[in-house]
């Protein structure tokens, strides 16, 4: 275990037991305060769930494991199975954006409606959908690639990740190609989606901003509310950018190992952390969580606004 294996050992514990606590403690306000259980929430949720389940099996269980160990003490098949779960609700978390976009846009343009087509019960069907075809796609890959012994792991070399296969290569170099021209196009789709829904919204705002003088104050309070919420979500969507611009852009051939590791799994852990602690910066009442934790078992704390991080 050289210094680059203690530096990066001690980068995932921390940055994962941190990102855990974080997201963890958006799971919890959703399920313990009633109040904040509306369609943006969920979205929220949902995205703090995927976060701190990434987190502890992808990246503690197995990354920091393997990195601090000689060796791994875990079958290939394993390794394979929770990285491949991890970037599968990475992947949701990022079509995700496109429901936040959606819910932001109609919460902006079209509030009469916000109830019938953005409710707590429709958004709670959309990310089932999304879960379901994201079990289904992982599920065929590993199907196809388990049998053959092809497995992504951790590689300790490079502290990165590793193809390994039994006999032959497990894709050739023409479906590899193809596979990698679709994610790229996917990528792009989801981009350019967000991009207009948040090019509209922003447009709204400002015309908020301009004319906020002739609006009544529960207008104004709702329109504020609304941006507040926008820019988190813009906030959110720029990890994505970040994300893949150090996946695609800064990745070349023979890299050093401390960048290896640095542009393939530490920026990946980055975002799942930072996604968790921009949910808790845009939390106006983080302390809902301090009263019930710490508050005299005979007070009782009325809330006096609503959700920290909803719509309503």
């Not at 990434?54 to 929770?82: K, R």
């Not at 813009?234 to 970040?242: H, M, P, S, T, Y």
């Amino acid at each position: 275990m050289d210094f680059v294996d203690i530096i990066a050992s001690f980068l995932l514990f921390t940055i994962g037991i941190i990102g855990v606590f974080l997201n963890t403690l958006i799971v919890y306000i959703f399920i313990y305060e009633k109040s904040h259980q509306t369609a943006f929430n969920l979205i929220c949720t949902a995205r703090a769930a995927n976060n701190a389940i990434v987190l502890t099996t992808t990246f503690l269980l197995i990354f920091f494991v393997v990195a601090t160990l000689p060796s791994s003490p875990y079958p290939q098949w394993f390794e394979f199975l929770c990285i491949s779960f991890g970037i599968s609700l990475y992947l949701v978390n990022e079509y995700t954006s496109i429901i936040i976009a959606l819910n932001r846009f109609i919460a902006l343009f079209a509030p009469t409606f916000y109830s019938k087509y953005c409710g707590i019960k429709i958004t709670a069907f959309l990310l089932l959908l999304l879960y379901i075809y994201r079990l289904f796609e992982t599920v065929s890959e590993l199907s196809s690639y388990i049998p053959r012994k092809c497995y992504t792991i951790f590689g300790k070399e490079k502290l990165s990740y590793k193809l390994i296969y039994a006999d032959t290569p497990c894709v050739n170099t023409d479906d590899n190609y193809s596979e990698f021209t679709n994610i790229i196009y996917l990528i792009l789709f989801l981009f350019v989606s967000v991009l207009f829904l948040n090019i509209a919204t922003f447009i709204r705002i400002a015309i908020f901003i301009f004319n906020r003088k002739s609006m009544d104050q529960n207008s104004k309070n709702r329109m504020k509310k609304n941006a507040i919420l926008f820019f988190q979500t813009i906030i959110q969507d720029a990890l994505v950018l970040i994300d893949m611009f150090f996946t695609f852009k800064l990745g070349y051939p023979n890299k050093p190992k401390i960048w290896s590791f640095i542009h393939t799994i530490l920026v990946w852990e980055l975002i799942h952390t930072m996604d968790g602690l921009i949910m808790i910066l845009f939390n106006e009442r983080i302390s809902v969580i301090k009263n019930r934790l710490f508050s005299q078992p005979t007070v009782i704390v009325q809330p006096t606004s609503k959700s920290d991080f909803s719509q309503k």
